[in-house]
Nanobody
């Protein structure tokens, strides 16, 4: 059973940067499509970025050229580097893994952007 645990969230000022991580256990992430989602206060969960098994990446509109998804298969870690953060990036960020019809979610890490 795959288990995902996010970390690295916290408070950052507008214009700042933050890197968040997701540690996977129970299986190797190289065989999964790995994704980041976020959920802003009062909002729906929205797609941020993904990296598929061959390393190809895709970004959703929240990333807007500011976020970079990466992975370290040797450490079973997924990362999201976030730059030029603004107030609307305040959200809980979730790590997700997909393989076939199944998916797994972490519990999220909160990122708060303030003036």
């Amino acid at each position: 059973q795959l288990h995902l645990e996010e970390s690295g969230g916290g408070s950052v000022q507008v214009g700042g940067s933050l890197n968040i991580s997701c540690l996977a256990s129970g299986d190797t992430i190289s065989t999964y499509t790995m994704l980041w989602y976020r959920q802003r206060p009062g909002g729906r969960r929205e797609y941020v970025a993904l990296i598929i098994t061959d390393g190809s990446k895709n970004y959703g509109s929240p990333a807007r050229g500011r976020f970079t998804i990466s992975r370290d298969v040797s450490k079973n870690m997924l990362y999201l580097q976030m730059t030029s953060l603004d107030l609307e990036d305040t959200a809980t960020y979730y790590c997700k893994a997909e393989r076939g019809p199944k998916d797994w979610w972490g519990k999220g890490t909160l990122v708060t952007v303030s003036l």
